[in-house]
C-alpha cells in the first residue's frame, strides 16, 4: 500500500482555509499558544465540520494523522 503525502497545505485546503504558505503561517501565529490541555480538535475557531474532521483522522490514524499532528505541535507552542 502507498501512503499519501500529504502537506499543510493539503491539510489548509481540505479544512476550507487558506492554504499559501504565509497564509498558513498567519493562521499559526494568530492561534498558536493553545492551551496544553485543549485537543487541537476542540480549538474554538474550528467549524464543527472541520473539528470533526481533525477527531477522526486522527482516531482512525488515517494519512492525514501526521500532518495532523505536525499542526497541533506548531499550535501548542509557548
Do not use: C
Request: no cysteine; hydrophobic share 45%; aromatic share 8%.
Amino acid at each position: 500500500m502507498e501512503a499519501s503525502l500529504h502537506t499543510l497545505n493539503n491539510l489548509f485546503a481540505q479544512l476550507g482555509l487558506p492554504s499559501k504558505d504565509e497564509e498558513i503561517e498567519t493562521f499559526i501565529q494568530t492561534h498558536s499558544h493553545l492551551a496544553g490541555y485543549i485537543t487541537l480538535a476542540e480549538a474554538p475557531w474550528w467549524t464543527p465540520a472541520q473539528a470533526a474532521f481533525l477527531r477522526e483522522e486522527i482516531l482512525k490514524d488515517a494519512d492525514w494523522a501526521e500532518v495532523i499532528d505536525q499542526l497541533n505541535a506548531r499550535l501548542h507552542k509557548k
